[in-house]
């Protein structure tokens, strides 16, 4: 069955850098359209950016220039690395997966990982 681990989160202050990672298995993780969501406290779940297979990458305007998406296909794993955090990035991050990307709404996403924890005061 497919699973997602994420690992990486922690408390930072702004300015700060952290650099998550959502391990895959069960799935040609290869070939699957890889993101990363957050969801802030009280507020929806937000697509922050997606890799797919090709390599392609896109990112959300909020986050564009701060945060690189990448992939390890050996290690089937996805990283996200967050440099000059601020306090509204502040958010539990999920990584997501599915073999193609029709939407970047969250329900159109059936794979999750459990959430690691960003706090940037």
């Known amino acids: 069955h497919v699973q997602l681990v994420e690992s990486g989160g922690g408390s930072v202050q702004a300015g700060g850098s952290l650099k998550l990672s959502c391990e895959g298995s069960g799935f040609a993780f290869s070939v699957y359209f890889m993101a990363w969501f957050r969801q802030a406290p009280g507020k929806e779940r937000e697509w922050v950016a997606s890799l797919d297979s090709r390599r392609t990458i896109t990112y959300a305007d909020s986050v564009k220039g701060r945060f690189t998406i990448s992939r390890d296909n050996a290690k089937n794993t996805v990283y996200l690395q967050m440099n000059s955090l601020k306090a509204e990035d502040t958010a539990m991050y999920f990584c997501?997966?599915?073999?193609?990307?029709?939407?970047?709404?969250?329900?159109?996403?059936?794979?999750w990982g459990q959430g690691t924890q960003v706090t940037v005061s």
């Open positions: 997501a997966t599915r073999r193609y990307c029709t939407s970047m709404s969250p329900a159109a996403f059936g794979y």
